[in-house]
């Protein structure tokens, strides 16, 4: 949440909540460790915080949304919600060639896991997890941005 903007509508307590709810009704898993637990979790979240940003894109007419002139809205840029969905899409597309290396995105962007952490999980070297991580996120940046470096 601290990637999130200031006045965002999904308070860290209610994505707590909604992904201990989710992690509930996961029947039979078995919990390697605590980092296993947290890379399940950053998957949750990850979904959670993607489902909320299509939900706010998809409402109707704005009514909820501040009205700004022409001139006020050029400092602002593309939205958050509009970026996230940008990014899971983008994720998506990296899980088809690369799944490592989503998995790797995922747990350190969305669940916060530390380099040592993703190693355990995924069974691989901490040297492997910052390759992949920097090739992960050149990519991303590369697809976000229309292909431009």
Excluded: C
């Excluded at 940046?141 to 229309?146: I, K, P």
């Amino acid at each position: 949440m601290r990637r999130e903007r200031p006045d965002h509508t999904l308070q860290p307590s209610a994505l707590v909540h909604e992904t201990y709810l989710r992690l509930l009704q996961k029947d039979r898993i078995e919990w390697q460790s605590r980092a296993h637990f947290y890379a399940v979790a950053a998957g949750e979240m990850r979904r959670i915080l993607v489902d909320h940003a299509r939900n706010r894109a998809a409402d109707k007419r704005g009514g909820h949304l501040e009205k700004l002139s022409l001139d006020a809205t050029a400092e602002y840029g593309a939205s958050p919600p509009a970026e996230l969905v940008m990014l899971d899409d983008a994720l998506r597309e990296l899980e088809k060639w690369a799944p490592r290396q989503a998995r790797v995105v995922e747990m350190l962007f969305f669940g916060g896991l530390t380099e040592a952490e993703v190693a355990e999980v995924l069974g691989i070297s901490v040297r492997t997890v910052k390759r992949d991580w920097s090739a992960a996120r050149a990519w991303l940046h590369s697809q976000m941005n229309g292909g431009k470096p």
